[in-house]
């Protein structure tokens, strides 16, 4: 069976994207999905998404991570796969759709998407790091410098320890620039190295900033290794409301794999 894919990026977090609307991938073979997601011997990416019809809504997203297991939200991915719809011809400029935290409100303009991601209810403020969730669990802690850090070293040595463990979290290594300009390092779960950039990263590290007070803004920009996203909120008298996502999603090229 040939399998015609497409290959979107986001700030450099790329995807294999898959128009499944007829339901014919087989969303069990996580072997199959991550050889897909192989760089060496598959197409190569962060991440397969799935983009399927929806009852009522423009469409359903579905996820998985470069080690083939479904996963939880993808806030770079679902931009792209905003993008993607559009493309395909089955929403304008905006978009609503399902994914595994539930509903997504999505605008496009060119090549930026606008993402609005769930309300965050719960900040935890720790000794030496703050952890949030942003539909995917993520731990956020300042460094000093970020250039010569070794992300993937430190990074799966917090995924995997107290008091995550089995279940893991991304990691992200923060260096404020400016009151509103934070770089970021994200150690990604699933895929257990460092990635270009994290959609749900950067929104754990906006909130996490304004948390502790190292900014007043309530739109933050965050360069990551891949380019530069935005983020903007409101605060709420739990947590943080209003959530945007927004940066360039584009489409890479096209192919066929047997």
């Not at 339901?23 to 983009?51: H, S, V």
């Not at 806030?75 to 719809?85: E, H």
């Not at 992200?172 to 749900?200: A, I, Q």
Request: glycine share 10%.
């Amino acid at each position: 069976m040939t399998i015609t894919f497409y290959k979107y990026q986001g700030t450099g977090n790329d995807f294999v994207m898959i128009d499944n609307r007829q339901q014919f991938f087989n969303k069990n073979d996580t072997k199959y999905i991550a050889f897909l997601c192989d760089r060496r011997f598959g197409i190569g990416a962060d991440g397969l998404i799935l983009l399927e019809e929806h009852d009522s809504l423009d469409f359903k997203m579905v996820y998985f991570n470069a080690d083939g297991n479904e996963s939880s939200m993808c806030g770079n991915g679902g931009r792209c796969i905003t993008a993607f719809a559009k493309y395909l011809g089955i929403i304008a400029n905006s978009a609503t759709f399902e994914a595994i935290d539930g509903l997504h409100e999505a605008t496009i303009s060119n090549d930026i998407v606008s993402l609005k991601m769930q309300d965050v209810l719960t900040v935890e403020n720790h000794k030496s790091h703050v952890f949030l969730d942003t539909g995917s669990p993520h731990h956020v802690q300042l460094e000093t410098q970020l250039e010569a850090l070794d992300v993937k070293t430190k990074g799966r040595a917090i995924r995997y320890g107290s008091p995550y463990n089995e279940s893991g979290s991304n990691v992200n290594f923060v260096c404020k620039n400016s009151n509103h300009n934070f770089s970021v390092r994200t150690y990604e779960r699933g895929v257990e190295d460092e990635t270009l950039s994290c959609g749900t990263g950067v929104t754990a590290v906006a909130l996490a900033m304004h948390t502790l007070g190292e900014t007043k803004s309530n739109t933050i920009e965050l360069q990551t290794e891949g380019g530069l996203l935005k983020v903007s909120f409101e605060k709420a008298d739990k947590g943080y409301k209003n959530i945007w996502l927004v940066g360039a999603a584009t489409q890479v090229f096209k192919g066929e794999i047997s």
